[in-house]
């Protein structure tokens, strides 16, 4: 499975927004990106996927590179109860099922 | 719509004893997978099942399996504990095999002394 790279760990201020970027040098073109999230204390819950264009949900929008070699999520004001632990993750859909590959994640913090 | 549900929620056991942990997916959801999670290794996949056959299977040892109901509630079976085996258990349904949002239930917290 193609690898993910994230930073540790991020911080942000509250109503701001907030960029998670998301390496992924070696993505193959049948991989969509997933984006989860883990608060604490809970299981992870989806957040949004792509695979070429530019996401937008509910929750978070996702902006993929031209090249998708990396791509960003991105929550547009973060709130106290958007810090969580979050995961990007590839899923090759032709291969793999319903088996998610977690990474390490990003853990964000989030200061009022 | 009610939410994936693991039960127990917590769970202790000593060394070389076996244990079951059930999880119940959504309604009409057919595929149930299963992960561990530790603060060392963090999430890894242990198994999915869709419409009672196991579909994939993840790195881990045969003192683990599970199996898949007709109603496709789930169970996970492992057998001679150790005391690895500490971690957070969580299942997630899917509606469908192969794409689509997974919904994880709280886990079961296995403790083992």
């Known amino acids: 499975d193609a690898k993910t790279t994230q930073p540790n760990s991020m911080e942000s201020n509250e109503e701001e927004p907030v960029h998670l970027p998301c390496n992924h040098s070696t993505i193959s073109g049948t991989d969509y990106i997933h984006w989860y999230r883990q608060l604490p204390s809970q299981g992870p819950e989806y957040v949004i996927h792509g695979l070429t264009s530019n996401v937008n949900n509910r929750m978070a929008s996702l902006a993929i590179a031209e090249d998708r070699k990396s791509s960003t999520l991105i929550l547009h004001r973060a709130t106290l109860r958007d810090a969580a632990v979050y995961y990007c993750?590839?899923?090759?859909?032709?291969?793999?099922?319903?088996?998610?590959?977690f990474g390490g994640g990003t853990r964000l913090m989030v200061k009022p | 719509k009610a939410g994936v549900t693991q039960t127990p929620r917590y769970l202790i056991k000593t060394r070389g004893q076996q244990v079951t942990l059930s999880c119940s997916p959504i309604?009409?959801?057919?595929?149930v997978s299963w992960y561990q999670q530790t603060p060392g290794q963090g999430l890894q996949f242990l198994f999915e099942y869709f419409s009672e056959t196991q579909r994939n299977k993840g790195n881990f040892p045969g003192r683990f399996s599970g199996r898949q109901f007709s109603n496709s509630r789930s169970e996970m079976n492992v057998s001679t504990l150790e005391l690895g085996d500490s971690a957070l258990y969580l299942c997630a349904s899917s509606a469908r095999q192969g794409f689509g949002e997974q919904f994880f239930g709280p886990g079961t917290r296995l403790t083992v002394l």
């Open positions: 993750i590839l899923r090759d859909v032709q291969n793999a099922g319903n088996m998610l590959t």
């Open positions: 309604s009409g959801h057919r595929s």
